[in-house]
């Protein structure tokens, strides 16, 4: 399910704070690990689903199953708002060829996360948002200082709502090189009434220039919707905040 961009932009923030309690007995760690919990980080695997976003300036629009033989779970449903060409429907099953049939799972988005360093950065009578800080390695410390990060719990069913980083000022990755936003979002939402969370959306920005001679400014969002469970039918998926998860 990852787009190119996202899978450049690293996930990290560095955002010092330090954990405090936002509820009677639970803390920041408490709810936020329950909240992780409840999401389904490999949809691929039990759920068909409707993918839209931008390649190369056209909107597509694919469907996804697994249930279907391999080779065949991927579907092109339309082209900027239109139905498929026979030439556009080859090009699609030929690239798809080189694809994982099963998407990559998202599960790298929660370990970004130090769980120990969340804190506590607002909340309403719906909602808790909380900053955190990830674990880094040593490539990406120097210019964490420059990105911020949050994530939002429903109160009411415990789930997560998005996770959001940004940068607070330029960043300098390489020499010459100079970022002037950077941003990236995940959006979640049930997949069914009765289904787990699930990644809805995932956006990302990147704006720059290079040796002041290149610049670059690229956007990218891909949706997914229309989520149907295909299955184990015996062990049927359950909705967010079931206390069973």
Known sequence: ????????????????????????????????????????????????????????????????????????RWTLVAVDNRPPTLEEIEAFEEDKQYDQDIPEDDSDVPDMIELKSLALASEDADSWIFSFQPVMDSAEAEFADKLIGELKVSKASGALQYVDVHNS???????????????????????????????????????????????????????????????????PPRASGDSSL
């Open 1 to 72: 399910m990852r787009s190119p961009v996202v899978k450049a932009l690293p996930l990290f923030v560095m955002l010092a704070a330090q954990p405090q309690a936002v509820a009677d007995d639970q803390s920041p760690e408490d709810i936020v690990t329950e909240a992780l919990q409840q999401v389904e980080w490999n949809p691929g695997t039990s759920w068909a689903y409707t993918q839209t976003g931008f390649e190369d300036e056209t909107l597509i629009v694919s469907r996804f199953d697994p249930s279907e033989p391999k080779g065949n």
């Open 169 to 235: 000022g330029p960043i300098r990755p390489a020499f010459g090189v100079k970022i002037k936003t950077m941003h990236m979002r995940f959006d979640f939402a049930p997949a069914q009434p009765n289904g787990p969370q699930v990644i809805s959306e995932i956006s990302a920005k990147v704006k720059g220039g290079a040796y002041l001679l290149v610049s670059f400014d690229e956007m990218e969002s891909t949706r997914f919707s229309d989520f149907r469970y295909v299955g184990d039918q015996s062990n």
